[in-house]
């Protein structure tokens, strides 16, 4: 665990980094993933950047982020369970399917992804399955936010992702250098089973 880290869990509420938010049922419970990457955008964020975070799950990140810089962020999640506890957690969110409603650029995207391998017998009923089902390989709604996520960045704009070995992190970042990214890795960590690290990937 990182030297820096403190939080604090409560039955539904969890402190991090000079805010607290509440959890509800039916929505992803802020994880290592999250923090990690939460952690990699504080490192990044300079000043008055645009942000827009896609999967915001209970609003953990994004409430971090506003708690801690000068940046304006909004989050995106297809739960609509996840987009009333992020917005009762007192961030800005849109209910979509990943990027299909934005139509402004920004100048830094962040998303942790569902990134589980998950075959057709695994998926659940139920709106928590879509932040664990990545697809047979893990890597298919990576793959479909790559496909437009430029169209959503401007010019120096940069995507932070949290990508893990469970799902390929070298497939990803091959994946990223093929439609036209410089790909840098921010932080990683690794745990028994897996390897968690955030990709940067900025626009040539
Ligand atoms: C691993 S969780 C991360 C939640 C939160 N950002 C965190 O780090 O704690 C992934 C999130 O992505 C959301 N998600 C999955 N597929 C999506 C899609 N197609 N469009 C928008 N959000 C999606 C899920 O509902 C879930 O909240």
Same mark, same amino acid.
């Given at each position: 665990?990182?030297?820096?880290?403190?939080?604090?869990?409560?039955?539904?509420?969890?402190?991090?980094?000079?805010?607290?938010?509440?959890?509800?049922?039916?929505?992803?419970?802020?994880?290592?993933?999250?923090?990690?990457?939460? *952690?990699?955008?504080?490192?990044?964020? $300079?000043?008055?950047? /645009?942000? &827009? !975070?896609?999967?915001?799950?209970?609003? +953990?990140? =994004?409430?971090?982020?506003?708690?801690?810089?000068?940046?304006?962020?909004?989050?995106i999640d297809i739960?609509?369970?996840?987009?009333?506890?992020?917005?009762?957690?007192?961030?800005?969110?849109i209910r979509g399917d990943l990027?299909s409603c934005i139509?402004?650029?920004?100048?830094?995207?962040?998303?942790?992804?569902?990134?589980?391998?998950?075959?057709?017998?695994?998926?659940?009923?139920?709106?928590?399955?879509?932040?664990? *089902?990545?697809?047979?390989?893990?890597? $298919?709604?990576?793959? /479909?936010? &790559? !496909?437009?996520?430029?169209?959503?960045? +401007?010019? =120096?704009?940069?995507?932070?992702?949290?990508?893990?070995?469970?799902?390929?992190?070298?497939?990803?970042?091959?994946?990223?250098?093929?439609?036209?990214?410089?790909?840098?890795?921010?932080?990683?960590?690794?745990?028994?089973?897996?390897?968690?690290?955030?990709?940067?990937?900025?626009?040539?």
């Amino acid at each position: 665990m990182r030297n820096d880290e403190k939080r604090i869990f409560t039955l539904n509420s969890i402190r991090y980094k000079n805010t607290s938010i509440n959890i509800i049922e039916n929505v992803y419970e802020p994880s290592e993933d999250s923090f990690l990457l939460a *952690d990699a955008a504080l490192s990044e964020i $300079k000043g008055f950047e /645009r942000i &827009l !975070e896609v999967g915001c799950g209970s609003g +953990i990140i =994004s409430a971090v982020i506003k708690a801690n810089t000068k940046a304006s962020i909004i989050g995106i999640d297809i739960n609509p369970h996840a987009a009333k506890c992020t917005r009762e957690n007192r961030v800005d969110v849109i209910r979509g399917d990943l990027l299909s409603c934005i139509k402004g650029r920004f100048d830094l995207i962040i998303f942790n992804p569902p990134y589980l391998p998950t075959k057709d017998e695994e998926i659940e009923n139920g709106w928590l399955n879509y932040a664990l *089902d990545g697809g047979y390989d893990g890597r $298919k709604v990576i793959y /479909r936010f &790559l !496909e437009d996520a430029g169209r959503c960045l +401007i010019e =120096s704009g940069k995507i932070l992702m949290l990508v893990s070995s469970l799902s390929g992190i070298d497939e990803i970042r091959s994946r990223m250098v093929s439609l036209g990214y410089v790909v840098e890795d921010n932080l990683h960590e690794n745990y028994m089973f897996e390897q968690l690290t955030v990709l940067s990937a900025s626009k040539k």
